[in-house]
């Protein structure tokens, strides 16, 4: 199963693919899409939109796993989160390709075993997970391939509880 995760942000936003099955996960590709604080919003959500377009288009994933937005003090902090994660579920729908909503403590435990990870930890993780000679930088990148990790190991359990 390929998936491209998504770690939603207007000024950052985590992209990460791998190819998986259960108890493996190989990296594709990992990148971060990048939009000026002072722009407009709605030309930060088109920026947005070409990336994560590109990236469907060019990785074809059999599913797009995106961070669940959960409520936090900063109102305007979610409010971009959501707005970003939107751009992804809409693409992603376009083609066709379903979608899921992860939460932060879901994907923490899957990768690491414990919902109440700190972000070195999961960085740490994806990198062994993944065979990789670093840490994927910045954490949003970590955190989109952390996403679509834990969805490729737990779609096929969630498969068959439907």
Not at 11 to 39: H, I, M, S
Request: glycine share 8%; proline share 6%.
């Amino acid at each position: 199963m390929r998936v491209l995760g998504v770690d939603p942000g207007l000024t950052r936003c985590g992209l990460g693919v791998v190819e998986a099955r259960p108890g493996r996960a190989q990296l594709v590709a990992v990148g971060v899409a990048r939009t000026p604080a002072d722009a407009e919003l709605g030309e930060r959500l088109l920026e947005l939109e070409r990336h994560i377009e590109s990236w469907l288009d060019l990785h074809q994933p059999d599913a797009v796993a995106v961070e669940r937005v959960f409520a936090q003090h900063n109102v305007r902090t979610v409010m971009g989160t959501a707005q970003a994660g939107a751009i992804a579920i809409v693409a992603a729908a376009r083609r066709g390709i379903p979608v899921a909503l992860h939460t932060p403590s879901e994907v923490k435990a899957a990768v690491t075993g414990s919902g109440r990870a700190d972000k070195a930890q999961v960085g740490l993780m994806v990198t062994r997970i993944l065979k990789l000679a670093e840490m994927p930088k910045p954490a949003d990148a970590a955190d989109a391939l952390a996403l679509a990790i834990c969805h490729a190991w737990r779609a096929p359990a969630l498969a068959l509880r439907r």
